[in-house]
């Protein structure tokens, strides 16, 4: 065999390893994903990962979203031959709260009682950290759970899937934007191994192609026609602007968000896409 031939034999061989590799790497972002957003436990999803890997695997967040939201609402289509629009839409908001851990509830109902203590800065994040719930915080998930069963009992299938799937998608969105684009408010946290890594492009690129593309094909679905793709792009883009807006207020409060606050950003989407939904559909 020639050197030339060697040379393009190792090419190739070197091509196929990169290839591997870079699959390799993907897998184990979206196992990274997987795990952190729901109670899934996938191979190596649990081991310490660098802050690099933690935010690569942010990019798969609205795809885990719209895998949750295919499922819920897979469920919600089930449910409304046997039961009543209410006690389906509660078995599911109370389903998607067992999958995912209840974690964003949680963060929802920590950064509720701290932010809305009143009090001053350092004491409102010592509040947020405490793991006894407040009046607040109490009053805060009620308030979310309320407002996402009630929207969603007055969807048909068509509106739910609007809901459903493309919110749950774009409300995996909101803390890709909030590492990239937020400061973190403490040295410690849960959110604290993401903070400093958000530093490139990609995966936001990537989060919102996913989110984007999900809406539009939803829409599409549900209501056949360019109309249908848009309103319900329309929906999730409000939703992660309110989302968004809410966690502005609190970053000015606390100079920056924290893993709460992330937390609360992913409930608040949630509830509006599906409270668009509704006036959509309605």
């Not at 790497?25 to 952190?36: G, N």
């Not at 924290?258 to 608040?268: A, F, M, Q, S």
């Amino acid at each position: 065999m020639s050197d030339e031939q060697n040379d393009d034999t190792t090419a190739s061989a070197q091509s196929a390893a990169g290839g591997r590799g870079w699959l390799a790497a993907r897998v184990r972002h979206f196992d990274l994903a997987v795990t952190f957003l729901s109670a899934v436990r996938l191979p190596d999803g649990g081991a310490a990962v660098p802050a690099a890997d933690l935010w690569a695997s942010m990019a798969f967040y609205p795809l885990i979203g719209l895998l949750l939201g295919l499922a819920a609402w897979g469920l919600y289509a089930l449910l409304l031959y046997a039961v009543t629009p209410l006690l389906a839409a509660a078995l599911v908001i109370v389903a998607i709260e067992l999958v995912t851990r209840a974690l964003h509830l949680d963060g929802l109902m920590d950064t509720a009682d701290g932010y809305l203590s009143g009090a001053p800065r350092e004491r409102a994040l010592e509040i947020m950290k405490d793991s006894r719930v407040g009046a607040m915080g109490v009053f805060a998930a009620v308030a979310v759970i309320v407002v996402k069963v009630s929207a969603l009992a007055a969807l048909a299938r068509s509106g739910a899937a609007l809901g459903l799937i493309a919110g749950l998608s774009a409300a995996r969105l909101v803390p890709v934007l909030d590492v990239r684009y937020f400061a973190y408010a403490r040295r410690e946290g849960t959110g604290a191994a993401f903070a400093g890594a958000g530093s490139t492009n990609g995966p936001v690129v990537a989060a919102v192609a996913t989110a984007a593309v999900a809406a539009l094909v939803v829409g599409a679905i549900a209501w056949p026609g360019a109309t249908g793709a848009f309103l319900t792009l329309g929906v999730a883009l409000v939703a992660i602007a309110v989302s968004l807006g809410a966690q502005a207020l609190v970053a000015r409060r606390l100079g920056g968000l924290t893993g709460d606050v992330y937390g609360l950003g992913v409930e608040l989407a949630e509830a509006v896409a599906l409270i668009g939904a509704v006036m959509i559909v309605r």
